[in-house]
């Protein structure tokens, strides 16, 4: 039986190799996610799978009709942007000299949490961003946070937004 995660991945090897896996979804904690995953993925010379997730337009309600974007034009769309956010931070760590791990994007429809999960099976890490909203509020997490922390098969990082988050110390 085929798994959501077969289904992301479908047309890429089945060996294992080291991977770490990122949800974005274009907010700063979702940039500072990703910042954070180039780094891990580059110091463990890992695969980065980076992961957008959508809700399909049709679980929308609209009170008036209203014309609906296709999946296909929704995902070329949320593609053309992952990739120029994943140029822009691969540029940005240009500097600190980490090898540039290998790099796959995904754009699929459903419940974020649940896809990332499902995407992080295999996964030895997943990395996604916190918008910290004030002291009470950073300290929960939002639902696909949770989400993700409560299901995920292997270790969650959360990342805060906000600053850039600083390159490690050492070599």
């Known amino acids: 039986m085929r798994t959501l995660a ?3 991945r479908a047309g890429v090897g089945d060996e294992h190799r080291p991977t770490v896996v990122v949800g974005v979804d274009g907010s700063p904690g979702s940039r500072a996610a990703l910042v954070d995953a180039m780094r891990s993925a580059a110091r463990r010379g890992a695969r980065l799978e980076v992961v957008a997730v959508y809700e ?32 822009e931070v691969a540029y940005e760590l240009g500097g600190e000299h980490l090898a540039r791990p290998e790099i796959e994007v995904y754009v699929v ?7 990332l999960v499902a995407v992080a099976r295999d996964a030895d890490e997943l990395v996604v961003g916190h918008r910290g909203r004030g002291a009470l509020a950073s300290a929960l997490l939002g639902s696909v946070g949770w989400g993700c922390v409560l299901r995920a ?17 050492g070599p």
Do not use: F
């Open 56 to 87: 399909p337009p049709e679980w929308r309600l609209p009170l008036p009709p209203t014309p609906l974007p296709s999946r296909a034009e929704i995902e070329g769309s949320l593609l053309e942007a992952v990739h120029q956010m994943v140029t």
């Open 109 to 115: 429809p459903g419940d974020a949490a649940e896809v």
């Open 6 to 8: 077969d289904e992301v």
């Open 153 to 169: 098969p292997c270790p969650v990082r959360v990342v805060p937004d906000g600053d850039p988050v600083p390159a490690p110390a």
